[in-house]
Structures are given as structure tokens and as C-alpha cells.
């Protein structure tokens, strides 16, 4: 009987990781451009024909894109907006979301607004989201129809609410450290570890959570964990960690080890109750996981519910830095006085734009693929 057993609670197949000789961003678009090609049905259900429907959007998707990388990020955040843009409505069409009718006949809104008010700051500028659908149940607003292909939930409002990039820029990956030491802004996703183990006679599920972050993921979950400090965590379950995923005795220093639902083998079939245990931590874990488009490895992004308008909802890192796109290109083009040299927000707009970007692009392609595909640079 096996001891441990890699496991990932993620509703979507497990991601491939492609080595590239070349630069990510460069890989990422090559491959998302050739999907138009693609035999297969991809991560949603309209198959070949959607995707060749969808080609022009993706190719002004990769022109705004390009023409970004290569300008002062002042000039390039509104067109990186579009992109991001163009990329969400190729993607609605692909998940069924929006039809080649809709994308032809109808028009499309950003499902966003923003309007001139005083602030010193851009993650306290207030805009607007939009439901998904018109007074007519026409799908048009492109946001909120975003959200509801990435976390397969319903948009929960059925009116405009407000919003500040300060309720949602927590789930920005790339600029952690400038949130944390300009704002004191905590990040809110993470990435963790996990692994199944088995020690004979029982099973259960086990995460490596930073220590400082273990109070997110015991109180997100519908599932009371037994909390290990990483100190005192023993010498068969660090044999396992490393087994697995040659993780070093030493790393446990700053770690807290969480087990989840311990169960007895007894007289089942051991595969039979490890499915059953993967089958409930997946179910617990629901809208909360997702891929770490940063690592190659075992690791992967815990994503807590996010509460905005007084409804906690289930969130994803692509969604806030594409409202983080949104609101900066509408500030760079009518309060470009918010973004001088030597303000915060000139800062953190320069440190957005030269990174969040390409993470937005990958977690596209994540989502474009099925298997979901991660890249890996080796140059």
C-alpha cells in the first residue's frame, strides 16, 4: 500500500507543464494564437469552429499586447486593457458565454465604468460593475461575464454595484511586495503544497501553508483541520514530503502542516476510501484552487472567497488584474495626474504594468487549454 499519493484538489485535469527555450510571453501568445487550429474542444464546448471565429480577437488581443510591451507603461496600460479585453471575449466564446451572433449583433459592453471623482490615490477610485446581461436577458456585459466562466458561479448581483481596487487587489500576484510595503496590503492568494498520505490504517489529506497564512485556509474551509507548526512536525512525515516532492527537512521551519479528513481504511477497498477522500476535499475546496502558472512543480494557488458589496464570492487573480487593467487605463487617459513620478500610484502602476500583464496572459492560456497548459522558460 502506497504512503503518499500526489493530489491537487482541482475540478479541471491536472496542468502540463511545455518548456520553452525562449521568453514566456513570446511562448504564450504563439500558443494561444495556433489555437484556432486546435482539433480538440478545449476547456470549453463549441470546439474548432468558435475558436476560428474567435481568431480576430485574439490577433488584436496580441497587437494591443505587443504594442504595450513596448511603450512607457503609461502609454501601454490602456492597451493593455484591450487586450485583456479582446482576450476575455474570445474566451466567452469559446466557453458558449457569448455566441459569433452576439460577438456580430449585438454590442458589447465593458460591463465596467469608472467616472472622474477627487481621490490621491488609484486603489480608491470607485467603479462600477455591471451584471452580466441587459433588461432583455442579452448577454453583454463583458466582465461579469468573465466571472462566471472562470469560477463557473453565477454573478451574484442583479444591479450595478461599486468597487475599489482595494477590495481586489490583495488576489494581484506580482505586486505583493510593493502592496505590502507601500499599502500594508497583505496578499490574499497563495501559493501552498499537498499530498495524500496513508499510513496503513488510515488516509487523509496534508498541506504545506505558509505559517503566517494558515488562519485563511482553516477558516475558508468547511473542514476543521489538525494544525502541525512546522517545528514540531515529525520525522515520517518530512521522509514523506521528501519522497515526494524531495521537499528539504529544514523548509518546514516557517510551515504549518494541515491535515484534513482522516479516515480509517477498515474493511473498504484502500482505493475506494481515498477516492471518496479526494472526492469530499475537492468538493471543500471548490472555487478555491487553481493552478500556479509560476512554478512547474506540485505547487498550486489556494485562492480565498473574496467579499465585495457584502457577498462573499468565489474569486480568481485573473479577474482583479483585469479590473486592475480597467482602472488603470482609465486613469492614465483622464487623471493621468494621479500617475506623477514619486506618487504611490505612480509606482505601483509602473510595477503592475511591467509584470501582471504576462501572468494575466498565462492564467488566459490556463484557461484556453485542456489540459490547462503552464510554461516553463528553460533559456
Given at each position: 500500500m502506497e504512503r503518499f499519493f500526489e493530489f491537487f484538489p482541482y475540478e479541471r485535469p491536472y496542468p502540463?507543464?511545455?518548456?520553452?527555450s525562449g521568453r514566456v510571453m513570446q511562448q504564450a501568445w504563439?500558443?494561444?494564437?495556433?489555437?484556432?487550429?486546435?482539433?480538440?474542444?478545449?476547456?470549453?464546448?463549441?470546439?474548432?469552429?468558435?475558436?476560428?471565429d474567435t481568431s480576430p480577437l485574439i490577433d488584436q488581443a496580441r497587437s494591443h499586447f505587443l504594442m504595450a510591451v513596448n511603450a512607457e507603461w503609461r502609454a501601454g496600460a490602456l492597451a493593455y486593457y484591450y487586450s485583456l479585453l479582446n482576450l476575455a471575449k474570445a474566451f466567452l466564446g469559446i466557453e458558449g458565454k457569448l455566441t459569433l451572433q452576439n460577438l456580430k449583433d449585438i454590442p458589447i459592453q465593458h460591463g465596467l465604468d469608472l467616472k472622474t471623482q477627487p481621490s490621491s490615490d488609484i486603489l480608491d477610485l470607485a467603479f462600477?460593475?455591471?451584471?452580466?446581461?441587459?433588461?432583455?436577458?442579452?448577454?453583454?456585459?463583458?466582465?461579469?461575464?468573465?466571472?462566471?466562466?472562470?469560477?463557473?458561479?453565477?454573478?451574484?448581483?442583479?444591479d450595478k454595484i461599486d468597487a475599489t481596487l482595494r477590495d481586489i487587489v490583495g488576489y494581484c500576484l506580482d505586486i505583493g511586495t510593493a502592496l505590502s510595503s507601500m499599502y500594508g496590503e497583505p496578499p490574499r492568494a497563495i501559493s501552498v503544497e499537498s499530498l495524500g498520505r496513508c499510513d496503513g490504517t488510515n488516509v487523509w489529506f496534508?498541506?504545506?501553508?505558509?505559517?503566517?497564512?494558515?488562519?485563511?485556509?482553516?477558516?475558508?474551509?468547511?473542514?476543521?483541520?489538525?494544525?502541525?507548526?512546522?517545528?514540531?512536525?515529525?520525522d515520517e512525515t518530512k521522509e514523506?514530503?521528501?519522497?515526494?516532492?524531495?521537499?528539504?527537512?529544514?523548509?518546514?521551519?516557517?510551515?504549518?502542516?494541515?491535515?484534513?479528513?482522516?479516515?480509517?481504511?477498515?474493511?473498504?477497498?484502500?482505493?475506494?476510501?481515498?477516492?471518496?477522500?479526494?472526492?469530499?476535499?475537492?468538493t471543500a475546496f471548490k472555487g478555491q484552487t487553481e493552478v500556479f502558472v509560476f512554478a512547474d512543480d506540485h505547487r498550486w494557488l489556494y485562492v480565498p472567497k473574496?467579499?465585495?458589496?457584502?457577498?462573499?464570492?468565489?474569486?480568481?487573480p485573473l479577474l482583479s488584474d483585469y479590473l486592475f487593467a480597467f482602472v488603470l487605463g482609465s486613469v492614465v487617459r483622464y487623471q493621468p495626474f494621479l500617475v506623477v513620478p514619486g506618487t504611490k500610484s505612480y509606482d505601483l502602476g509602473e510595477s503592475w504594468c511591467n509584470q501582471s500583464p504576462i501572468t494575466a496572459l498565462r492564467y488566459f492560456l490556463v484557461r484556453f487549454t485542456n489540459p490547462p497548459m503552464r510554461l516553463k522558460s528553460v533559456g
Open positions: 502540463d507543464v511545455y518548456f520553452t504563439e500558443e494561444i494564437v495556433l489555437l484556432r487550429h486546435s482539433q480538440s474542444n478545449g476547456s470549453g464546448s463549441s470546439g474548432t469552429t468558435m475558436r476560428a462600477g460593475i455591471h451584471p452580466p446581461r441587459n433588461r432583455a436577458g442579452h448577454p453583454t456585459n463583458v466582465f461579469a461575464l468573465l466571472y462566471e466562466a472562470t469560477t463557473g458561479e453565477a454573478w451574484p448581483f442583479p496534508e498541506m504545506r501553508v505558509p505559517s503566517d497564512f494558515e488562519g485563511g485556509i482553516v477558516n475558508g474551509v468547511p473542514l476543521t483541520p489538525v494544525t502541525i507548526p512546522g517545528r514540531t512536525v515529525d514523506a514530503w521528501f519522497s515526494a516532492f524531495h521537499v528539504p527537512a529544514f523548509s518546514f521551519e516557517k510551515i504549518s502542516v494541515l491535515r484534513f479528513g482522516r479516515r480509517q481504511i477498515g474493511g473498504e477497498a484502500y482505493e475506494t476510501v481515498k477516492n471518496s477522500l479526494k472526492q469530499d476535499i475537492t473574496i467579499e465585495i458589496g457584502g457577498h462573499k464570492m468565489p474569486w480568481h
